[in-house]
C-alpha cells in the first residue's frame, strides 16, 4: 500500500511490474527523496455483475473496504485484461478505468485509453535512499507526532 490519500507527494512516481508481482515508488518527504520496493499485494475485492460504459467499453463493479476504513468502488474492462488501476489498487481482471474512494471524496476516472507508449520511458524509478515500508510509514508518523508537539508547520498538498 502507498501513502494514505493526501500524504503522497507531488513528485511521487508509482512503477508496477505485473510479471514479477513488484512495486517500486520514488515518492519525498520533506526534503528527502526515497525509494520504495514492495511485493504487490493481493486485494480483497468483491466482483459483482453489474456493469456500465466508460470511454465506449463495457465495465464491471467490484467493491472492498481497505484497510484505512475507505470504501472502494472500482469499475474495471476486462477487455484490457491488464490487472492495473490508480494509485496502487489493481489486481482486478481488467483495467480499472474508474476508482470511488468513499463515495466520491475521490475519483478517478479514464479520459482516453492510448494502445501506444514509449517502451523506453516505462521503467522503474531508481532516485532515493532506498527504504521499506515500514520505514517510510515510521518516518511519517514521526512527522506528524512533532507536527502536533508544535514542531516545525509543514504543508501538505491533496492531489490524485
Known amino acids: ?16 511490474n505485473y510479471n514479477n508481482q513488484l512495486i517500486t515508488e ?13 511485493t504487490l499485494h493481493q486485494q ?6 453489474e456493469t456500465k460504459q466508460i470511454l465506449n467499453y463495457t465495465c464491471k463493479k467490484a467493491t472492498m473496504t481497505n484497510a484505512n476504513g475507505q470504501n ?3 469499475w474495471y474492462t476486462e477487455a484490457i485484461t491488464l490487472p492495473a488501476g490508480p494509485e496502487s489498487f489493481n489486481g482486478l481482471p481488467g483495467l ?4 470511488d474512494i468513499n463515495d466520491g471524496e475521490l475519483l478517478y476516472t479514464a479520459q482516453e485509453i492510448s494502445k501506444e507508449a514509449d517502451k523506453k520511458a516505462l521503467k522503474a524509478p531508481s532516485k532515493g535512499k532506498a527504504i ?7 518516518k511519517i508518523d514521526e512527522m506528524f507526532k512533532n507536527r502536533g508537539q508544535g514542531g516545525g ?3 501538505i498538498l491533496i492531489a490524485p
Open 1 to 16: 500500500m502507498g501513502p494514505p490519500p493526501g500524504m503522497g507527494s507531488q513528485n511521487r512516481i508509482l512503477f508496477i
Open 26 to 38: 520514488q515518492t519525498e518527504l520533506g526534503e528527502k527523496t526515497y525509494l520504495i520496493k514492495d
Open 44 to 49: 480483497p475485492w468483491k466482483l459483482t455483475d
Open 72 to 74: 472502494l468502488v472500482a
Open 96 to 99: 480499472v478505468l474508474q476508482l
Open 132 to 138: 521499506t515500508r515500514a520505514e517510510y510509514k515510521e
Open 153 to 155: 508547520g509543514r504543508t
